[in-house]
């Protein structure tokens, strides 16, 4: 297929790029390398040395002679060009990654939660827009977020996307079946929550054909193809805006740094590999729905854990020291989660768990590249609120 890789620069969309390219798709990754700039604005880079697109892209074609093409475009500014490109390139697929994805980031100021949503919801109306306007019939997989969900459970697992409710009426009791509800606990997982919304209306209206992947936390740095050269290395965040809680705590452990557990970490999260999230994309794009179908949703993730346990298993294995702090975002203190992920199992999906021995090889990376860790920029400083912000730990 001619797939295009929206944000294929990302964390999770080079990889991606590096699978679908290895099975003998026609890869064409558009970003326009916001994140890139973004660790600018932040003063932080990746943990891993990240060579240009450009670059990665040579060096792809180099080590497997297949090639990827990139093309520089921001799909949330430039809704015509956008358009031609769909026209012109006609792709069979398009999977979604290019959204502003830090939750901290997006709550940092009112300047950042404006930027979250018009880049966010922009970008992914622009390219609803032009598909549709252009009249081609590409599948289009999207990654949302379990967070969508807000973790209030009630005790029952997390249904893959619907939920049937009976609703009185003066005939009697009525099935419906509607999008489970949304309950969004950051500006970032909120606009998540209005593409689901967007999704909706255009596979109704226009018969859109839509995969929307509420995917937990990913944790992991390497896949099988990002291995094949130092060059392809994949992006690995660690700061208190982009570092994901997993992620963070095992480069934590690689420095010394105590482990910086929110609150009571009562916290239950999913997470998913990196490799099993490029695994489930392939899944979900060998899976279409027909037009006309509502959107297919499936949760990607493989395991929760809460984040105390995650600290302790972290600190077993390293010695690592671990600190509970204040928590700088607004959550409840404890939650319990439980998700249906029986969709990509009965697709073929064979998890890899943090049980594998794989956060050994995340901490090897770790201490790789502990040298191009900036301590000060460890701390998780963006609060919620105000009035959280004055009890926040700045102390590196
Ligand atoms: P990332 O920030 O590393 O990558 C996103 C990419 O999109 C970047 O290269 C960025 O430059 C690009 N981008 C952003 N806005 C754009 C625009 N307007 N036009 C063109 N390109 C744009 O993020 P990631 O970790 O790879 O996440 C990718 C997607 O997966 C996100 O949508 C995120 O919400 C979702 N997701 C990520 C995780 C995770 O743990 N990383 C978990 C669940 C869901
Ligand atoms: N946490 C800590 N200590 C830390 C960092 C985080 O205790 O140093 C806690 C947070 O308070 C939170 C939990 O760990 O309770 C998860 O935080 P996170 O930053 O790992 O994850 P989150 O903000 O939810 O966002 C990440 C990605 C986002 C994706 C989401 C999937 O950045 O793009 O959508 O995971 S999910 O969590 O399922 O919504």
């Not at 493989?302 to 390293?318: C, M, Q, Y």
């Not at 860790?373 to 009890?391: E, F, H, L």
């Amino acid at each position: 297929m001619k797939i295009a890789i929206l944000g294929g620069d990302g964390f999770c969309g080079w990889p991606t790029s590096l699978h679908l390219s290895n099975q003998g798709h026609k890869v064409h990754i558009i970003d326009n390398l916001s994140r890139r700039w973004i660790d600018t604005e932040l003063g932080v880079q990746s943990l891993t040395p990240m060579d240009s697109i450009q670059e990665r892209c040579r060096i792809w074609k180099q080590t497997s002679g297949e090639t990827i093409h990139f093309h520089l475009l921001d799909l949330a500014k430039e809704y015509e060009r956008l358009k031609a490109w769909m026209i012109e390139h006609k792709p069979d697929a398009i999977v979604h990654f290019a959204e502003q994805r830090a939750a901290p980031y997006s709550m940092k100021s009112d300047r950042h939660k404006v930027y979250t949503v018009n880049n966010n919801v922009n970008a992914t109306h622009n390219l609803i827009a032009s598909v549709v306007e252009s009249g081609i019939d590409p599948h289009i997989v999207h990654l949302g977020t379990m967070g969508v969900y807000g973790y209030s459970t009630i005790g029952a697992p997390i249904p893959e996307g619907y939920l049937d409710v009976s609703i009185d009426t003066p005939n009697g009791p009525k099935h419906q079946e509607i999008l489970y509800p949304t309950r969004p606990g950051s500006v970032y997982h909120m606009t998540k929550s209005l593409d689901q919304i967007l999704f909706q209306f255009y596979a109704q209206n226009d018969g859109l054909r839509v995969t929307d992947l509420h995917q937990g936390i990913v944790w992991g740095t390497h896949t099988d193809q990002t291995r094949r050269h130092e060059q392809l290395i994949n992006r690995f965040d660690y700061d208190g805006d982009y570092g994901t809680v997993l992620n963070r705590f095992l480069i934590q452990a690689a420095i010394g740094y105590p482990l910086t557990v929110h609150g009571t970490g009562g916290q239950t999260r999913a997470f998913i590999h990196i490799q099993d999230s490029v695994r489930c994309i392939e899944l979900a794009l060998s899976d279409a729905p027909k037009a006309g179908d509502r959107v297919k949703i499936f949760n990607q993730m493989t395991e929760t854990h809460r984040v105390r346990d995650l600290a302790e298993l972290v600190s077993k294995l390293t010695g690592a020291e671990i600190k509970y702090l204040p928590n700088p975002r607004k959550e409840a203190a404890e939650n319990d989660l439980i998700v249906d992920n029986d969709q990509f199992l009965a697709l073929g999906l064979n998890p890899t768990t943090l049980a594998d021995g794989l956060l050994e090889e995340v901490v090897e990376v770790a201490k790789k590249y502990a040298h191009r860790i900036d301590r000060s920029r460890v701390p998780a400083v963006s609060a919620w609120t105000k009035d959280i912000a004055g009890r926040v730990d700045h102390d590196p």
